[in-house]
């Protein structure tokens, strides 16, 4: 619901029941349209590899680039800045960001569609790409609206069938003879799907863009902007990254980069559901005034306890399971995903509580001087290193910037808070070490491929079970019972909400 003026309920605060009810829901739906959409991606990627060139995805490559970099620049975080304040926005004041977003995302499209039109055919591909921007922008008070409310059952649903909208659109146009204009109007269709979808489930109705009340929305703005240099901050060390790599490295070892990541992309999705809610739902605590160091303490051990089985497993098994599904050639990329684990293990539980409690306390300035020191530390060792020993050392550097960043939030967490940060992560982080380190010595002992690596995963996943039953009981009892909670609420349909509510 958008209030057109002040309320009885100024800030339109969900019930706690409501609250998590939509947070174990959108837990469910975010993490199961996660996994549909790697599945769907993955095979998908692979029917278009066969029937394109690899000219065609490489133009579609810069055009992706390009509107990353674009939408970094051009959202300016106000729809980030309108969820984490306390008071409802105004129906004034989702016209005046949607046109705020218009004119940023419109004008960064025509300027990146008129250089890129520059180069001929393959820039008028790139340039018809850059109409996603402005069609994207149109959800932005849909998504205020949701995610203020904690719908994200909704928001990852329509982004989810946007996703497969996009690849049976490409899909068939390129069956249809579109080449790769297929995957440029493809990329255009989900803009105008999603964008849609969001307008359709949130049910705000037309709003027009206006740019009236934009100097009422100065702290709105402020905070957006420090919202969206995190947000640019961690596109550029991706980028900066991959170059520094393939200087310094070649080709080859990016490739090898590229494939250690793609393999990343399960576990990593792992930690995505949990910070999806999590500023939404840090914003409702805060604005109960309520204390969340026990929320932050039991997110930090739920979130390490399910990722570990699955990193500490992963970790053991890739140093054979790559070569022995992708070929000897393929080895080294193995070497890469353990120390990617690690730092993820490390830094991932913390990031999940802390970032969504900083953002919603309006200080993402914390958050950027994590990154910034974590790439510093990241290319200080991977690029150091990489001449000594090989692709490895991009690992090694991920995992080092990855203790900086987990260093960093901590601090922040008990220098805000009551809560103990480490004091949740440190047991489990220990256990899955003890088990990954277990897991690769067997799988060392066994003759290389993929027998060893089963015998890898299998040792390190069942000496973390055990070891979490021996020491870490009630936390294994907590993540069981999120899990039940994510199912029953996922499944269960949305219950109406008490007469009076917001949301």
């Known amino acids: ?14 019930p706690r029941d409501v609250l998590r009810r939509r947070v174990a829901s959108g837990v469910f739906f975010v993490g ?30 810069i055009g992706a680039t390009l509107t990353m970099f674009a939408t970094s620049l051009s959202d300016g975080g106000i729809a980030s800045g309108l969820i984490r304040r306390e008071e409802e926005p105004l129906r004034a004041e989702l016209r005046t960001a949607l046109g705020l977003q218009l004119s940023i995302t419109g004008a960064l499209a025509a300027a990146a569609a008129f250089v890129a039109a520059l180069f001929g055919s393959s820039g008028l591909v790139v340039a018809f790409m850059m109409l996603a921007l402005p069609l994207a ?5 849909a998504r205020v609206v949701l995610t203020r409310a904690v719908r994200l059952r909704e928001v990852a649903s329509v982004e989810g069938i946007a996703t497969l909208a996009y690849y049976g659109w490409a899909v068939g146009g390129v069956l249809a003879g579109l080449g790769v204009w297929a995957l440029a109007t493809g990329v255009v ?10 307008i359709a489930v949130s049910r705000v109705g037309a709003i027009r863009p206006s740019l009236r009340g934009a100097r009422e929305l100065r702290p709105v703005i402020a905070f957006g902007v420090r919202f969206q240099g995190v947000s640019l901050a961690g596109v550029l060390r991706e980028q900066g990254l991959n170059a520094g790599v393939g200087i310094i490295g070649g080709v080859s070892t990016l490739g090898l980069f590229s494939l250690a990541r793609r393999l990343l992309e399960l576990p990593v999705l792992l930690f995505e559901p949990l910070h999806r809610v999590s500023f939404p739902f840090m914003t409702h605590v805060l604005a109960a005034r309520e204390d969340p160091a026990r929320l932050i303490e039991r997110g930090i051990a739920i979130s390490a306890a399910a990722s570990g089985l699955v990193l500490c497993a992963t970790a053991a098994a890739s140093p054979e399971l790559v070569p022995g599904l992708f070929g000897e050639q ?24 802390a970032v969504g409690f900083l953002y919603a306390r309006g200080e993402p300035s914390v958050v950027l001087h994590a990154i910034l020191l ?32 987990a260093a960093i939030m901590a601090r922040a967490l008990s220098a805000r808070t009551t809560a103990r940060p480490l004091r949740s992560l440190l047991p489990v982080l220990a256990i899955a070490a003890l088990a990954g380190l277990a897991g690769t010595a067997l799988s060392s002992t066994a003759e290389p491929g993929l027998a060893a690596a089963a015998i890898g995963a299998l040792a390190a996943g069942g000496i973390y079970l055990a070891a979490l ?33 917001a949301g």
């Not at 060792?381 to 020993?389: H, K, T």
């Not at 899990?483 to 008490?498: C, D, H, I, K, V």
Request: charged content about 15%; overall charge positive.
């Open 189 to 198: 269709f989900k803009a105008l799907a999603s964008t849609v979808g969001m």
């Open 469 to 501: 039953a021996i020491f870490r009981l009630d936390t294994m009892r907590e993540v069981a019972r999120l899990l039940r909670q994510a199912l029953r609420n996922g499944l269960a349909g949305e219950r109406p909400l008490p007469a009076g509510t």
């Open 137 to 141: 922008a149109l959800q932005a008070p």
């Open 32 to 61: 199961s349209w996660g996994v549909v959409n790697l599945v769907v991606g993955f095979l998908g990627s692979i029917a278009l590899a066969r029937m394109l060139q690899p000219r065609d995805f490489g133009i579609i490559a």
């Open 1 to 14: 619901m958008i209030s057109d003026g002040p309320s009885e309920a100024e800030k339109g605060l969900l």
């Open 330 to 353: 393929w080895r080294e990329a193995g070497l890469i995903v353990p120390w990617i684990c690690a730092g993820l293990l490390v830094a991932g539980p913390l990031s999940v509580a």
């Open 374 to 405: 974590h790439t510093v530390l990241l290319y200080a060792v991977a690029f150091s290193l990489l001449p000594v020993v090989g692709p490895a050392a991009i690992g090694m550097g991920s995992c080092a910037g990855a203790i900086v960043d």
